[in-house]
């Protein structure tokens, strides 16, 4: 291990869960660095307030993900947590995890990144919104996948009141209103019932049919219904789609057909797509409190047109439409994700740039993603303390090019779509690789690991 002298200074960029993990793996290795984030408190979307345009939580939350597949590794979620936590215990957890591991120094919050700008010798030049600009050595970038709203492009003009997710904090704005809520993924089929309570109608229109996963089946957390071991196997062995057969098979067999639930029929495999986890919709749909609507082609006033022809008059949208992966500190020309296709290697690293890293930039189809970004951020840490080398820069582009491949030919064509991966494969993929970059670390020498710049140990002054 190269000696703490030489160690980088890096920058995180955000301390929502990406964040936090990747800040407590590089404290842990001795790493030094700063974390930012412009929010006032840790917790990136779980830190709820009543601000739009910050967070995308609202007042009646809970997460879709069972809590024992949203924990840290090495710090579990209190055993007095109900099996799908409020929002404000999730940030409370998230709280307990910095202060017990003791790097809240270390984040500076009210402080975001307006901009970074590489250098030749591999450093970067970090300006801050206090209009500070400091030199890193490294920097991982955080900022989550929920900041800039994916809205659709409809004919016509609506008359009435729209907002995107991102913005919706309670149902008591629309009491007694006819309301449409756009989009099937978790937010749609959530809000959609948290809207239901108190809206007059509630419509909720989908492209396509999809496949919904309740809470419990049989008095169990889904989760328990499904096997990592054979979802891993099904992935990475069995070619697509047959292996997309048997899922759907196991879910028809386990669940039943939406299509008997008032759902569209879907068009395509259980699990070529991200999950849509809602314990409460099957039950609003049956008693009537919401009805199922095609895809929107037109809206003139108040009227809103569906691809079936069918119409219905209403008095605000709600879009759930997802969001635009999106670095607006980082010039387009060293790296975007236009559409939300994310060209890194293992979802990580930028070929030519090797002194900066991604943490978060992707979704993982098997319930939650907070173990993912954990061993994200523990590869990264490793990398640089020198414990882990990269691949040549042929070799990275040559794997990011087979990745695009898999994700075309595995998953529907959708932005939503296009940076989701197995969650399951993906961390079995990552725990080898780092076995792979250390080999190569030790193979190499010094020459292959990565190496400070020569700046000293603390960030310098530009």
């Known amino acids: 291990m190269t000696t703490r002298q030489r160690l980088p200074k890096v920058c995180v960029i955000g301390a929502g869960v990406a964040g936090l993990a990747a800040a407590k793996q590089l404290h842990q290795a001795g790493i030094p660095f700063d974390c930012y984030d412009p929010r006032d408190r840790v917790g990136g979307i779980w830190a709820y307030t009543e601000q739009t345009g910050i967070t995308s939580a609202w007042s009646t939350l809970n997460m879709n993900s069972p809590r024992g597949t949203y924990e840290f590794s090495d710090f579990p979620m209190p055993a007095n947590f109900p099996d799908f936590p409020r929002h404000t215990q999730v940030w409370e957890y998230l709280e307990s995890y910095v202060d017990h591991f003791g790097f809240r120094q270390y984040i500076h919050l009210n402080t975001g990144v307006e901009r970074i700008i590489p250098h030749e010798d591999g450093t970067w030049s970090v300006t801050l919104t206090s209009g500070e600009t400091l030199r890193y050595d490294g920097m991982v970038v955080a900022n989550g996948h929920h900041n800039e709203p994916l809205l659709p492009d409809y004919a016509g003009q609506f008359a009435g009141g729209e907002i ?14 006819r309301v449409l809520v756009v989009g099937f ?8 019932v948290d809207v239901s309570h108190t809206a007059q109608d509630t419509f909720l229109s989908l492209r396509r049919g999809g496949w919904l996963v309740p809470h419990y089946h049989l008095g169990k957390p889904i989760h328990e219904w499904f096997s990592p071991g054979a979802s891993y196997f099904f992935d990475k062995y069995l070619p697509w789609p047959l292996s997309g057969m048997i899922s759907t098979l196991f879910y028809r067999l386990l669940l039943g057909y939406p299509e008997k639930f008032g759902l ?20 609003r749909i049956g008693d009537g409190r919401i009805h199922i609507k095609p895809e929107v082609t037109r809206v003139e006033g108040h009227t809103v047109i569906f691809s079936d022809g069918s119409q219905e008059t209403v008095d605000e949208i709600i879009y759930c439409t997802g969001y635009k992966l999106t670095f607006p500190f980082l010039d387009p020309s060293i790296f975007a994700a236009p559409d939300n296709h994310v060209r890194l290697y293992r979802r990580i690293f930028l070929p030519g740039r090797p002194s900066i890293c991604f943490i978060g930039a992707l979704q993982a189809s098997a319930w939650g993603f907070l173990p993912v970004f954990e061993i994200q951020a523990r590869l990264v840490a490793r990398y640089f303390c020198g414990e882990y080398a990269l691949p040549s820069p042929k070799q990275m582009e040559q794997a990011i090019v087979r990745e695009a491949r898999l994700v075309a030919q595995r998953f529907i064509d959708s932005p939503r779509n296009h940076y989701l991966t197995n969650g399951y494969v993906y961390m079995a993929d990552l725990e080898r690789e780092i076995k792979r970059g250390a080999g190569r670390a030790r193979k190499a020498g010094s020459a292959g690991r990565y190496h400070a710049s020569s700046l000293q140990e603390s960030a310098s002054m530009v």
């Open 264 to 283: 569209p029929k879907p068009d395509h495999y259980f699990g070529s797509e991200l999950l849509t986890i809602s314990e409460n919709l099957i039950n």
């Open 164 to 177: 995107h997710s991102r913005d919706y904090r309670h149902r008591e704005p629309y009491t007694g209103k």
């Open 185 to 192: 993924g978790n937010s749609g089929s959530q809000i959609a």
